[in-house]
Structure formats: structure tokens, C-alpha cells
């Protein structure tokens, strides 16, 4: 018999000997992974969608008088002084009036008595991909506002300024439960791994007294803590992930959740979270081992 | 196997349980320890398997200084000494056969010779019956005979063994000293603390009597 064989069996000896407080404790790490996974999975996806979003973000700068060459040259300077930009467009009064017609199509005869320049010339700016922080935004707007001969600057500010508060609002969800719930997990599996000590002082003394050595005696406990982590937090994403599937097919069509293209996490995704779940319920066997353990 | 150098040992607030003790036990040999109750025998003993410290003098057991060893060495030790405890320390929700396999576990013996060990100790105590009982359902003799088993289980070098006959009758006192002597004949070193006179009386081993924490004879057994 080697020393994993005899390990292995102590372990199952232990959950079978304490299975009740085993399974309150198997309960509450799934449950704490099924939440924060939750909340974790909502907010990666809106991350997704934001950056979705974000593709099309562009800032239409309106102007005063439609630039000539040399202005229209300054102009481009002055914007990316402050920082480069994916790309600039100058619509000029002409363009602007056409793509309107086109936006309005069947109905473009309503423009039929409009004259073809009472629309404002524009600046088109595409930010860099790494210029769409909210804030960054706002900056570069106030920046692009002050520019010379610019009536004002537009690029959703309302959509853009909720979606950012929401993603905030939902990063302090995520921080939070995570927090609470890494907390709860970790203060349970130590709480368990503890009272399996305590009821079990006599057979530990026992053990130590016939020669078992620390290993020997510890590594049964740690293995409990792993097990916790590694089923409840398997147990904990196949709730959400049958949940998501459920409601993936029940809320199919057009909807919140196409706009959103809802995914799942990703396989490195997964790994880490039990992963996670293992070491913080690993850690807490140990705390308890450390602190109750005396061999 | 055994030597003490003016061991003592004092509990708060300044009670002496052993005093000034000096004495060696050879390799293989079968050593009784008598007194009366309170002597300090079985302090003694908890002095030799390391479950208590001396408040004085050295005690080395197979060449080492017990109380020095730390971790992995005092387990392996500790694997080499078999002790059947005056309390029996046994495992009351767990089976007969269990408790005798404990000891042999932790030196990650292979399961079919626990086994078949366990069923060998079980035949010669006469407990085979026994073997699934759980062991806070046994008399008080059948209890102190699974501790003994559980004692020589794991065939080790040095056997310490407190009262082993206390609650025992005439016959199955025999056996457990048939069983010891086995164990002994077989190389291991014996101690045993008694007060039964029956057991070491007619052998020509040595005995030691404790009186108060002290020495109070070293003598040889009446057949010497």
C-alpha cells in the first residue's frame, strides 16, 4: 500500500464519518461559484457587447463653415496633437445633404425644396481602439469641442455615458460578490475542515501515536478541501450553464440577448474558475489545519 | 533498546512521578515493571513511546535520543513501537478488525497482509467472531485484547504493554501471554507494567519495581 492508496482511503473515511456538514459545505461553494459565475458571466458579455459597440463609435464634429484644404489640413493637425485617430473624414455641406437623402430614401422628396447646402459641414473621428475608455471619450470631445470654428460634437453621449455607469455598477456587483462569496466558501471549508478535527481528536492522536507521519495525517484534510473546491465548483457552473442553455432557448429571437450575442465563458475561463475554487477551498483546509491540527 | 539516565518526571504544581530513574533494557529481552498503582509505571512507559516528555535525564530508545526525533523520524520510530495502553485508546466507532489495521497502515503495509495479519491475531486471541464487531461494543477483556493485537500488529522492535491481563480471566491471560511471548521469541523487546504477580512470577525475566517514583528493586523473576 503506498502513501496516496492509504491517504485516499482516510479521505473517504473522513467524508463518510462527517458527510452532513461535507455536503451544507459542498452546497455553499456551489452556490457561491453559481452567483459569482452569474454575475461574472453577465458582465463579461456586456464587456463583449461594449467593445461590439465600440467598434462603430465615431465623433461627428459639426462645424461653422465647411473648411478649405489649408483648414481642413489645420484641422487635422490639431486633432491628432491631442492623439492619433483611426480615421478622419471632412463631409462636406454636399456630402452630408446626400447621405441624408439617401438615409431617407423613398422619402428623399422631402428634400426636394431644401437647397443642397443647409445641412453643416462635419468632421467624421474614428478613435483608436484603445481611446474608448468612457472618460477618454468625454476628453477628446471637450478637446474636439474647442476647436475653432466647431458648433458642437456628438457621439451618443447619453447611450454611452448609461452603458458606462451600468458596466461600472456591474464591476462593483462582480467585485463584491466575488469578495463575499470567496469569503463565505473559504470561512465554510475551514469551518468544516475544523469541526472534523475536533471530532475526530482521538483517532488523530491515535494515528500520531502509532507512527503516522504529518503528511500522513494532514493530507486527508487538504484533499477534502480540494474536493470541495473541485466539485462545488463543477457542480456550480453546470447550474449556470444549464441555466444560461435554458435561457438561451427560451429567450431565442430577436431580443436583449441577441443584441447582446450572449456566450458562454471560454474553456481558460472555466479552468480558472475551478481552479480558483480549488486553491480558496485548499487554503482554507489548510488555515484550519494550521490553526486546529496540533501534531 | 532501552536506556534511561536519571529520568524524572514532575507534573504542576510539583508532583513527582518519576524520580532519578537509571536502568537499560537489552535487545529482545522481556522486562516487567511492578508496583502498586500510582508508582509511576505507567508514566514510565508514556515516557519511553515519547506521548509524555522527562523533566530531567536523557531516555534513547534504538540508539536515539526519543525526545530529540521530530517529525518523520519520531513517526518511524514510533512505527517500531507497539503500545497497548492502560485505556486501550481505541477507536469505539470503528471495527475490530479496523483498529487492529491501524497500525500497520500508517507503514503502508499491503492490504492483503493487514488482512490476513488481522485475522492471524483475531484466531490466537479468540475474537475471529469479533472481527466486524465495532469496538464500543465489546466487554472490557475483549477490548484490551484488540489493543494488545493492535500492539504486535505491525511486528515492531520494541512492545510496551500496561496492565495487559487487568480485566482478564486465568485462560485468556495465558493466551495473551502466549502471545507476547511469541511476539518476544520472535526478537522483539517486551515491557510490560503489571501488578498481576501470575505473569512474570514463575518466568526467570527481569523485574523492576517502582515505589514512589523510584527504584525500589531490580531483580530476576522466581524460575531464574
Redesign the interface.
Given at each position: 500500500?503506498?502513501?496516496w492508496?492509504?491517504v485516499l482511503?482516510q479521505t473517504g473515511r473522513n467524508l463518510r464519518?462527517t458527510w452532513t456538514s461535507q455536503f451544507m459545505t459542498f452546497l455553499t461553494v456551489s452556490l457561491s461559484v453559481l452567483i459569482f459565475a452569474f454575475f461574472y458571466l453577465i458582465y463579461t458579455n456586456m464587456i463583449g457587447a461594449a467593445d461590439r459597440l465600440s467598434d462603430d463609435l465615431r465623433l461627428i464634429v459639426y462645424l461653422e463653415d465647411e473648411p478649405g484644404v489649408e483648414m481642413q489640413k489645420q484641422l487635422r493637425r490639431k486633432i491628432t496633437n491631442f492623439d492619433d485617430v483611426e480615421e478622419i473624414h471632412f463631409i462636406s455641406k454636399a456630402e452630408a445633404y446626400e447621405r441624408f437623402a439617401k438615409q431617407l430614401g423613398n422619402d428623399s422628396d422631402v428634400l426636394a425644396d431644401m437647397p443642397k447646402d443647409f445641412l453643416p459641414a462635419s468632421i467624421e473621428v474614428v478613435p483608436l481602439k484603445s481611446l474608448r475608455g468612457y472618460s477618454q471619450i468625454k476628453l477628446f470631445s471637450e478637446y474636439l469641442a474647442s476647436l475653432p470654428g466647431t458648433e458642437k460634437v456628438q457621439y451618443g453621449q447619453e447611450w454611452v455615458e448609461r452603458f458606462y455607469y451600468f458596466t461600472r455598477l456591474l464591476t462593483i456587483v462582480v467585485l463584491l460578490s466575488g469578495t463575499l462569496l470567496i469569503l463565505t466558501a473559504t470561512f465554510m471549508v475551514a469551518y468544516t475542515i475544523r469541526l472534523t478535527i475536533m471530532g475526530r481528536q482521538?483517532?488523530l492522536?491515535?494515528?500520531?501515536?502509532?507512527?503516522?507521519?504529518?503528511s500522513?495525517i494532514r493530507t486527508p484534510f487538504l484533499i477534502e478541501g480540494l474536493l470541495q473546491g473541485l466539485m462545488g465548483s463543477i457542480i456550480g457552473l453546470s447550474a449556470l450553464y444549464g441555466l444560461f442553455q435554458w435561457i438561451s432557448s427560451h429567450f431565442a429571437g430577436p431580443g436583449l440577448l441577441n443584441l447582446f450575442h450572449f456566450n458562454f465563458f471560454p474553456p481558460v475561463v472555466i479552468a480558472s474558475i475551478i481552479l480558483g475554487s480549488i486553491c480558496l477551498c485548499s487554503l482554507g483546509s489548510y488555515t484550519s489545519i494550521r490553526k486546529f491540527l496540533r501534531i | 533498546m532501552i536506556e534511561m539516565i536519571k529520568v524524572g518526571r514532575t507534573y504542576d504544581p510539583d508532583i513527582t512521578a518519576l524520580s532519578d530513574i537509571s536502568f537499560s533494557v537489552e535487545t529482545g529481552e522481556m522486562f516487567f515493571l511492578i508496583g502498586r498503582s500510582g508508582a509511576g509505571k505507567t508514566t514510565l512507559l508514556k515516557l519511553i513511546c515519547n506521548m509524555e516528555t522527562p523533566s530531567n535525564g536523557l531516555i534513547e530508545v534504538a540508539g536515539y535520543n526519543i525526545n530529540k526525533l521530530k517529525g518523520k523520524d519520531l513517526a518511524h520510530l514510533r512505527q517500531r513501537i507497539g503500545v497497548a495502553y492502560q485505556d486501550f485508546k481505541l477507536l469505539n466507532d470503528r471495527t475490530v478488525a479496523e483498529n487492529i489495521a491501524i497500525s500497520m497502515e500508517v507503514s503502508y503495509k499491503k492490504p492483503r497482509a493487514i488482512k490476513n495479519r488481522v485475522r492471524e491475531l483475531l484466531d490466537q486471541l479468540q475474537l475471529v467472531d469479533k472481527h466486524d464487531t465495532l469496538t464500543g461494543e465489546l466487554s472490557r477483556g475483549e477490548q484490551q485484547r484488540v489493543a494488545l493485537a493492535r500492539a504486535v500488529a505491525n511486528s515492531p522492535r520494541l512492545i510496551l504493554v500496561d496492565e495487559p491481563t487487568g480485566n482478564l480471566d486465568a485462560s485468556t491471560t495465558k493466551q495473551v501471554m502466549e502471545l507476547l511471548t511469541r511476539s518476544n521469541k520472535a526478537g522483539a523487546t517486551i515491557v510490560i507494567a503489571t501488578h498481576d504477580e501470575s505473569i512474570y512470577q514463575q518466568s526467570n525475566h527481569r523485574i523492576m519495581e517502582l515505589s514512589n517514583g523510584r527504584i525500589s528493586s531490580l531483580t530476576r523473576g522466581g524460575k531464574a
Open positions: 500500500m503506498n502513501f492508496f492509504a482511503r464519518q482521538a483517532e492522536e491515535l494515528l500520531k501515536l502509532v507512527g503516522a507521519t504529518n500522513y | -
